[in-house]
């Protein structure tokens, strides 16, 4: 139901609200008079296990409130189930909060009435959700004790009990067993055990649940569609350069009915992010576009599109109306017209000469013509060269290196007397370019290696007829163009400011400068999104999905 989308999120905003006030209701409101008269006539238990059936709804209230905003039809079912849990153990309770009663029935109503806004299919499950599941309810359900015998049961406490010792009586009542904190009543000592050990039981159930309630994970790309992307990247003349990396095995592939043309892709957070251009033939790709958006539709993801070209943002802002926004340019030298002569390239050719005379020299191979034995010391290399930093990327970069199951990549290496020092990898661009996608070298290794492994690809290319090939993806190029213009303004340098300042971590400058000493030509790339309010969520995931974010997770 693609009509009223602002009612979900509401009802998501209100069951949040919801489950944060009974939390805060059943622990900070202190017991009046008129409720200590009639705390006799109700058994310990019913008053304990209300009190914590009420803080447990609340937790899981406020949990589900994203999947309600999301439209997840499971989300729906629990929410209704948990405001009825959470009505009945409030009207049980012998100190009940009438705006507390008032919320959960408009609540359910608004759930009952808006039903069919609910439809979307539940995310996958991951083996992190039952431990993220228990290390969150651990952490509400100790600090909701430790609240409760602080601001609802401290006048009963018996002395001053030292912080080990609360510390103990939480954890132990947890479990189920008496700790040493006493009370002044035998009843109270009854009502707050029989509270943590609901709590325990409680804590139990959020892993249990959230491990049997585990679907179906969205299928990554299986060996047989690896191949098949090959092939149609690879007869492609107009494919985009970045189609090979649509073969990474982290990634999921949507086709088009006849399996000619498809859409590489993740689910990071609720978004569903294409990478790059579609593959295939160029005609079905409206065809690919729209089983990518009947996907996205029927999981409520949000679709949005990383690093696409003019050529495939055309037709994704055609056929699904998406925004698009300039994230930068992608650096392709023109084998053709590439050369050292002249005053623009006088900086490269300087450190080109210079590390040569150093010993340095080059060598470009296929990689499935590198022998066995170098083979083994590059994977190796290139490992160490991480240098204990993770592997980024999502839609410019391969998630393997070197693998026998890629034979059609190219490898330069830097040499100096005899030892490898440096490292470009690359992936096939059709039949005629290659696309940059790794560049390593050894720490310590002089100035100017990587400029003369690029030179010296570039000079193999021309010999093996090559037409292209494609450097780093330079973020932001042409707002750095502007800025150093003598007419840009104080908001345009303010920005080319405040990215410097990013690229004391992400590179940002650095790489477009080094990008542009080469005189290439810039492919722009672009983000697309469909409605305005979805770019913060759409570039978190984006984000994320680069590994630019720590705490990374597919779904």
């Not at 705390?39 to 609340?58: M, R």
């Not at 359900?141 to 030292?162: C, M, Y």
Request: proline share 4%; net charge positive.
């Amino acid at each position: 139901m693609k009509s009223h989308r602002w009612i979900p999120v509401w009802i998501g905003r209100a069951t949040f609200l919801v489950g944060l006030f009974d939390i805060l209701a059943s622990i900070f409101r202190k017991f009046r008079a008129p409720v200590h008269k009639l705390d006799h006539l109700f058994p310990v238990f019913l008053n304990g296990s209300a009190l914590a059936t009420s803080i447990f709804t609340g937790l899981v209230l406020m949990i589900l409130a994203r999947g309600l905003s999301r439209r997840k039809r499971r989300a729906w079912i629990l929410a209704l189930i948990m405001l009825t849990a959470n009505l009945i153990a409030d009207l049980i309770k012998t100190n009940h909060h009438p705006v507390q009663i008032i919320l959960s029935i408009l609540s359910i109503i608004a759930l009952v009435v808006f039903r069919k806004s609910f439809y979307a299919k539940s995310d996958p499950g991951t083996r992190l959700q039952p431990i993220i599941g228990f290390s969150i309810a651990v952490v509400v359900f100790f600090i909701a004790s430790l609240l409760l015998l602080k601001f609802r049961n401290q006048d009963e406490i018996v002395g001053t009990p030292s912080v080990k010792n609360i510390f103990l009586f939480i954890i132990e009542g947890l479990v189920g067993v008496v700790g040493p904190v006493k009370f002044t009543s035998e009843r109270t000592t009854d009502f707050i055990a029989f509270t943590l050990g609901t709590f325990g039981v409680f804590t139990l159930i959020v892993p249990l649940w959230l491990y049997f309630r585990r679907v179906k994970p969205i299928p990554k790309m299986s060996v047989d569609e690896m191949d098949v992307v090959r092939k149609l990247i690879k007869h492609d003349t107009e494919q985009d350069s970045l189609g090979y990396f649509a073969t990474r095995r982290d990634k999921s592939v949507i086709w088009a009915p006849n399996r000619k043309a498809g859409i590489a892709y993740r689910v990071q957070g609720g978004v569903m992010l294409a990478s790059g251009d579609p593959f295939g033939e160029y005609s079905l790709w409206p065809a690919a576009i729209q089983e990518f958006l009947r996907e996205a539709e029927e999981h409520a993801w949000t679709p949005a599109v990383m690093g696409c070209s003019d050529r495939g943002g055309e037709v994704w802002v055609e056929h699904a109306g998406m925004i698009a926004i300039d994230i930068g340019d992608e650096a392709i030298i023109s084998v053709k017209d590439f050369t050292l002569e002249g005053r623009p390239m006088a900086n490269v050719r300087q450190m080109v000469n210079r590390i040569k005379r150093k010993g340095y020299s080059c060598t470009t191979h296929k990689w499935s013509d590198v022998e066995e034995d170098v083979r083994v010391q590059l994977r190796k290399l290139a490992h160490e060269w991480r240098y204990g930093v993770a592997e980024r990327g999502f839609s410019m970069s391969m998630d393997r290196f070197g693998e026998d199951s890629d034979p059609d990549t190219y490898i330069t290496i830097a040499w100096l007397e005899g030892e490898i020092k440096g490292l470009l990898y690359y992936v096939p661009w059709t039949t005629n370019g290659l696309s940059l996608d790794r560049m390593q070298r050894e720490r310590g290794t002089d100035p100017g290696v990587n400029e003369l492994m690029i030179v010296e690809t570039v000079e193999w290319a021309r010999a093996n007829k090559k037409d292209y090939v494609s450097l780093n993806f330079a973020a932001f190029r042409s707002l750095f163009e502007r800025a150093d213009k003598i007419s840009a303004g104080p908001i345009t340098r303010g920005m080319r400011n405040l990215i410097r300042f990013s690229s004391n971590f992400f590179q940002v400058e650095s790489l477009y400068r080094f990008n542009a000493k080469f005189q290439p030509g810039w492919e722009t790339r672009y983000v697309l999104y469909p409605r305005a309010s979805d770019l913060p969520r759409v570039g978190w995931a984006a984000l994320r999905a680069e590994k630019f974010i720590s705490g990374f997770r597919s779904r």
